[in-house]
């Protein structure tokens, strides 16, 4: 374990190539990333057991929605380790599941259950920004669940942590156009960083939909008729419901996800500059994984500008719905914004699995 400590400090220092880089520091960077990689691969089985476990608690209570897995992005695991206290051994989300929920009464159901009754541990501190949602907009209920084995053969991965987010299709269509519009303009929306003209149109956003919810609204945004009129002035200034409705129109990727996945859940999804939409299939994650290890060296070591993620999901043909960023799938979203804009009040929203 005190491999794995050492290689999270190395990735916290910021670590740059070029033409001065010497072969030792090479080679030296490729052992912390094979680390780094390894106790990332240690995450898969727990990280599967969870979701099941979360999906049979979705059955037994008929509850509608989507689930799905993936391990944590090498340049999300860098940001994490410079921008905060955690560990690499500690890190919280190195495996996370994802339940998208069609309305909030059933992300409420789902939880309780599984306090009530789960095969894993669910650690004491819950992150709960539903009811208190974060300053940037951002909902969605947060818990941490540790590995509990249940046969010797996987003793190994007791422990492990592995973070699941359950969210309603509203909320869910929040977080998805933020990351979406940031990889459309080559900006860290998700992380404060960009025009704020868009950053204050998602704060406003929030509030209608928790509004909708019937959920708190984060102190300091303004009441329902104030924010409409702002949304539209923003809308008016930078043309979001454009650029929205644009951007599937301007993302490269095959018609047939579907098609192009076959009969494979695990499923790497890389994004590039030229906002290209390549999805490679695999037979076992553990193969995803090693062509993932394969592309994200590529991205620190030579520099090339591509965002991949693998991903396990319950059904193939939800996979735009359920990772619509990077496919450029904002159509909710959009939706929603110009019915706003247009003069709808928020009674008049419904959502659904459909549109509104």
Known sequence: MQAVRNAGDRLAKPMQFGQDTTAGQ???????????NSWRDSHFLPMRSVRFSVGHHMKALRLKGDMASRPKRMASICRKLRESTTNLDTMNDIGGCRAIMPDIKSVRLLLASMRDKFPHEIRSREFNYIDEPKPDGYRSHHIV???RPRTAETEAFEGRRIELQVRTTLQHSWATAVEAV?????????????????????????AEFAQVEQCPIHVGVPDHDDRVRELRDINRRIGATSILEDIPNLTLRSKNVAQSAGNFRHLLVEYSADRNVAIQPFRTLMLGARKLEDIENKIALRGIDSTAVLVEVDKVERLVEIYPNYFGNVSLFARILKSICSGKAAVEYKASRTGW
């Open 26 to 36: 090479y080679v030296d960077t490729l052992r912390i990333f094979s680390i780094t």
């Open 145 to 147: 669940l540790q590995y």
């Open 182 to 206: 940031g990889l459309f303009r080559r900006q860290d929306l998700k992380h404060g960083n960009g025009e704020q003209d868009w950053l204050r149109l998602f704060q406003l956003m929030s």
